[in-house]
């Protein structure tokens, strides 16, 4: 029986299968069988490795305050993922413990040590089981919510299964309840789903993804030829940035889709970190083109984040409007959702003193904005060009202080600047009749007592 991943309808590229010879981490390294030296770059069929070397292993909440990201180049199933966090360092006995506290039963899974190329890899292997008998969606919620898995990765559980399911009830027309899964009713699916979800909570780590590559062509089910990519995918595959692979094979899997979606809280290209550690997850099938791998890269977030993207920048020239009138435009702007707006003083024709109106503002909101200029100015003319941006991390923190609660603004990660909330500043200072000067002193001295910074820096939230 050739294995699946997390579809209602059949095999799938990344299916798993044999490979009994292959030195397994749940092995006696003495006792493992020989398998041959690395193959040449030129071909990209996993090989067992004659020995595996030993990865320091990675604690319980070893990833917080860093980042994981995915790299999906060849796309992604779910014992891909579960492959690349073992290789990353992440101890196989976690998944092992998850699927025992759902299924009751230990499915003796594996990962095993080899090469893809020239890259060393992981393969995370499900004993087959003849003849699984389906599932409904309904009956599967049941175990894991029934199950001994701690809260956090029992809901993450659940939200990938729940994305699998409305996949299948859109395709089928059906309702939720009734669906009625094969491939993903299986036992080596559910060790999948609850596999990751389990390491991902042990991790503690944010993590992120690349876009994913999608295959064409069609792929045979149990219902028949489907096209790829397959329509469950497609549907798993909501808010995820996805580019052709020019190849035609499935890449990414159902089970691999819902698993990403459910992971990755934002996707760029290459994220802005400090990489520390990589592990790679080795699929089943052989790619013509490419190792068929997952890459899992821990790191530090650098300084700044990611690009947040690309904004419009919106200028109007002004030398006939009051400064009650750009007060009352600068106001609608930030109303209408107006990144920014900001004034620049300027000498016109004529040598009349004037300002430039500008405006940031999303790609979305740049027709309506422009037409907010028009409307409340006199300008003749609104110049406009795309710009792209790096930002710091923010987040608000409230702080018990003598004067009451008090709210912080944090900027950076690692902190690089913690700011006092203006407005509470003012508040306070005219509460206790004294100078803001005084009030702010205290209340940024008391900031950096409570939140250390790595570059200090001082100041009022403007």
């Known amino acids: 029986m050739t294995r699946d991943h997390g579809h209602a309808h059949g095999a799938h590229g990344h299916a798993h299968?044999?490979?009994?010879?292959?030195?397994?981490?749940?092995?006696?390294?003495e006792s493992a069988p020989r398998a041959s030296s690395p193959p040449a770059a030129a071909?990209?069929?996993?090989?067992?490795?004659?020995?595996?070397?030993?990865?320091?292993?990675?604690?319980?909440?070893?990833?917080?305050?860093?980042?994981?990201?995915?790299?999906?180049?060849?796309?992604?199933?779910?014992?891909?993922?579960?492959?690349?966090?073992?290789?990353?360092g992440l101890p196989l006995r976690v998944v092992r413990e998850a699927i025992v506290a759902v299924l009751g039963d230990d499915l003796a899974v594996e990962a095993r040590r080899g090469h893809v190329g020239s890259l060393g890899a992981t393969q995370f292997v499900v004993p087959e089981v003849a003849n699984p008998l389906p599932r409904t969606y309904a009956e599967i919620r049941g175990l894991i919510e029934n199950s001994a898995l701690e809260p956090e990765p029992k809901?993450?559980?659940?939200?990938?299964f729940l994305s699998l399911a409305e996949a299948e009830a859109e395709v089928?027309?059906?309702?939720?309840?009734?669906?009625?899964?094969?491939?993903?009713?299986s036992l080596d699916a559910i060790a999948d789903i609850v596999g990751v979800a389990a390491l991902i909570s042990y991790l503690g780590a944010k993590v992120c993804s690349s876009p994913v590559p999608l295959g064409r062509g069609w792929v045979q089910s149990a219902h028949g030829a489907l096209p790829l990519p397959a329509p469950a995918?497609?549907?798993?595959?909501?808010?995820?940035?996805?580019?052709?692979?020019?190849?035609?094979?499935?890449?990414v899997t159902p089970t691999g889709a819902a698993i990403l979606r459910n992971l990755a809280e934002e996707f760029y290209d290459w994220p802005r970190i400090q990489p520390e550690r990589v592990g790679h997850g080795a699929g089943q099938r052989t790619l013509s083109d490419r190792p068929n791998i997952v890459r899992a890269i821990l790191g530090q977030p650098s300084t700044l984040t990611q690009n947040s993207g690309e904004l419009m920048r919106l200028d109007a020239n002004l030398d006939d409007v009051t400064p009650e009138v750009l007060a009352h435009v600068q106001a609608r702007l930030l109303g209408d959702g107006a990144l920014d707006v900001w004034l620049s003083p300027i000498i016109m024709k004529k040598s009349r003193p004037g300002v430039i109106l500008s405006a940031l503002v999303?790609?979305?909101?740049?027709?309506?904005?422009?037409?907010?200029?028009?409307?409340e100015t006199t300008t003749l003319g609104v110049r406009k060009w795309r710009v792209s941006r790096s930002e710091l991390p923010r987040r608000i923190e409230e702080l018990a202080t003598r004067f009451g609660p008090v709210r912080y603004k944090i900027s950076g990660e690692p902190a690089l600047t913690v700011?006092?909330?203006?407005?509470?500043?003012?508040?306070?200072a005219e509460a206790e009749h004294e100078p803001l000067r005084k009030i702010l002193e205290e209340l940024t001295e008391l900031g950096h007592l409570h939140f250390p910074t790595s570059s200090r820096s001082s100041g009022s939230s403007q």
């Open 419 to 428: 700011k006092v909330e203006i407005e509470d500043a003012i508040r306070i």
């Open 17 to 29: 299968g044999g490979h009994a010879h292959a030195a397994s981490l749940s092995q006696d390294p």
């Open 155 to 160: 809901a993450l559980a659940q939200r990938i």
């Open 362 to 375: 999303s790609l979305e909101l740049e027709a309506t904005l422009t037409e907010r200029m028009f409307a």
């Open 233 to 251: 995918t497609l549907l798993c595959l909501k808010g995820v940035p996805t580019y052709p692979s020019g190849l035609s094979v499935e890449l």
């Open 172 to 185: 089928h027309r059906m309702s939720l309840d009734d669906v009625e899964f094969h491939e993903v009713g």
């Open 43 to 88: 071909t990209y069929a996993f090989v067992p490795a004659l020995s595996a070397q030993d990865r320091v292993e990675l604690g319980q909440g070893a990833g917080r305050g860093k980042v994981l990201f995915l790299d999906c180049a060849s796309g992604i199933a779910g014992d891909m993922t579960i492959a690349a966090l073992v290789d990353l």
